[in-house]
């Protein structure tokens, strides 16, 4: 019966989005405003009530209790900030609460973004109320404007780096640190993942208890960073480092490759059921299959294994003699030799004998844009409000760095996505990809993930499918295949060239132009496989767990 009414309870506050009442007097103490809440998705809804409840819980309880904090995990393009305006704006335009600052740290790129988003939704609101917004500004007029932000209240939203550099100063601390916000929110909040990082142990030298993380992937490499992420919203819940490690890092790892025991994989399994109850409360997860899948047009992923040239095979092996230890990067290089290329099909679009046979003009900022880290933030902006703009038939093609693609850019102008090179991170190519696949595209979306077969870059690629899968296990709480072992997934060592025998037979792709790159192309391409098929959720036993 008690479960019946909290049900009932719980699906008229969603409906309503009432988040606290007031159960004598039967009446709503505090409610998001209609014009806004009519504009949010059933699961926003539930995200702006998981966050009031985890980090306010009551209005009492904001006057005697420090209150806590949260992680928001919605999948990338679900609209995180746009819940958070909905709870800052309900907090900041009610006087009951006592909530006067909001402080919201975000990378340097999404600045703009927030402030956009600020001033959109308030506009929509019935309420006449306005809150003030707060940037950072110049180094000569900060403090300024963060005596103003502390004296007044409102929200300030400030890049991860002005907080870094303005925290240090010790007049600063008394706006920033201690006593410091009401509320602090974390934008693309695994970037405190690194324990040892500079700013991730000055944001948690932040006073206040209340505290929300914004991420999409809140698991990237490892569980380690796991701990690190609740240890700042949630201090001590997950136990020590050591506790942690041993209770569930090494337990979870151990079974998570194909030769593992089957102790190893049911004691893995049931480590991340103990984990995924521990947690309950303390993270709300939505990803794409729950919410966009089924109203965006579908979104196809393939992994293209392209064979090396003689030239290349000659170079690997060269490589492999001299070298003596590797040193990871991002290369930008592989924008320059695209940008070369586009120059030779402009200059040789009018004559006939021209070996690349590609049509059509190619001018930089017109035909094409390139946005990497060296480009302006203005200049970001307008490159992709004219990629974006459907009546720009011109500019159709977009050259963006990984890094950059990963925050705060917004490209439904294009359909098809191709990865170059996989990313150690297998998160920095699922933003990449959510650029485009998100609320606003109306064509279906294409990946192509290039890897050279037999070489590193395909180990790296099979390190990304471990660790989403590791992911899938305990966000999504879905099962998948464990297609390797852990000598497989090894880059400490000089990884030797694999010469790839025949080419395997493969169906014909959905994609027709892939399609017609395959029959072009067959003596460079060793075969293709689609993605997500590695990823598929497996038939998941049922464990009961006794305490």
């Known amino acids: 019966m008690n479960s019946d009414n909290n049900e009932n309870e719980l699906d008229y506050r969603e409906e309503n989005l009432i988040l606290d009442y007031d159960l004598e007097k039967k009446k709503p103490l505090l409610r998001v405003d209609k014009g806004i809440a009519q504009h949010l998705k059933y699961y926003q809804k539930k995200g702006v009530i998981f966050m009031w409840d985890s980090c306010f819980e009551s209005i009492e309880l904001t006057k005697s209790s420090p209150g806590s904090g949260c992680i928001l995990a919605h999948c990338m393009g679900l609209g995180k900030t746009f819940q958070v305006v909905t709870l800052v704006y309900t907090l900041l335009t009610n006087k009951v609460t006592e909530i006067k600052r909001v402080l919201i740290l975000c990378p340097k790129s999404t600045v703009l973004n927030w402030v956009d988003e600020f001033n959109m939704w308030q506009k929509k609101a019935e309420s006449q109320s306005r809150i003030q917004l707060f940037q950072a500004g110049e180094s000569s007029k900060r403090k300024k404007i963060l005596h103003k932000w502390h004296t007044e209240g409102g929200v300030l939203i400030m890049s991860y780096q002005k907080f870094f550099s303005s925290s240090k100063i010790k007049n600063n601390q008394l706006y920033l640190l201690d006593p410091g916000a009401d509320l602090v929110v974390c934008d693309e909040g695994h970037i405190l993942k690194e324990k040892k990082s500079q700013i991730s142990n000055l944001v948690k030298r932040v006073n206040t208890k209340r505290r929300i993380v914004l991420t999409g992937t809140p698991l990237q490499n490892n569980l380690d960073e796991y701990h690190c992420i609740f240890d700042f919203v949630k201090p001590y819940l997950l136990g020590t480092e050591k506790e942690y490690k041993n209770l569930f890092v090494n337990p979870i790892k151990n079974g998570q490759y194909n030769n593992s025991t089957d102790a190893d994989v049911r004691m893995m399994k049931i480590r991340t059921d103990v984990l995924d109850r521990k947690l309950i409360g303390c993270i709300q997860r939505y990803n794409y299959d729950e919410t966009i899948k089924n109203i965006l ?243 998941r036993f049922t464990l009961v767990i006794t305490d």
Not at 299 to 316: A, C, G, R
Not at 355 to 383: A, M, T
Not at 416 to 421: A, C, D, G, L, N
Request: aromatic fraction near 12%; charged fraction near 25%.
């Open 297 to 539: 047009p579908k979104k196809i992923e393939y992994v293209i294994y392209l064979k090396l040239s003689k030239i290349q095979i000659n170079l690997h092996k060269a490589y492999e003699k001299f070298i003596e230890r590797l040193v990871f990067s991002t290369c930008l290089s592989t924008h320059r030799v695209i940008e070369y290329f586009l120059s030779v099909f402009d200059k040789n679009r009018s004559k006939h004998d021209c070996p690349f046979k590609f049509k059509g003009r190619w001018l930089k900022n017109s035909d094409y844009f390139l946005i990497d880290g060296q480009v302006k933030e203005i200049d970001r902006q307008k490159f992709m409000a004219q990629f974006n703009d459907p009546k720009n038939l011109q500019g159709r093609l977009m050259i963006v760095s990984t890094q950059v693609a990963c925050l705060g850019v917004n490209l439904i102008g294009a359909n098809r996505v191709i990865i170059f090179e996989p990313h150690y991170n297998p998160s920095a190519d699922l933003q990449s990809i959510f650029r485009i696949f998100r609320y606003g595209q109306k064509k279906v979306s294409y990946i192509y993930r290039f890897v050279g077969v037999g070489t590193l870059e395909e180990t790296v690629y099979n390190r990304q499918v471990t660790k989403l899968s590791l992911s899938n296990r305990v966000l999504d709480k879905k099962e998948t295949k464990r297609h390797f072992n852990e000598e497989e997934l090894d880059i400490s060592v000089n990884v030797p060239l694999r010469l790839p025998s025949d080419s395997p037979e493969f169906p014909p792709p959905e994609d027709n132009v892939l399609s017609s790159i395959l029959k072009r192309l067959k003596d460079s391409i060793h075969c293709y496989t689609e993605h997500d098929s590695l990823l598929q959720h497996q038939v």
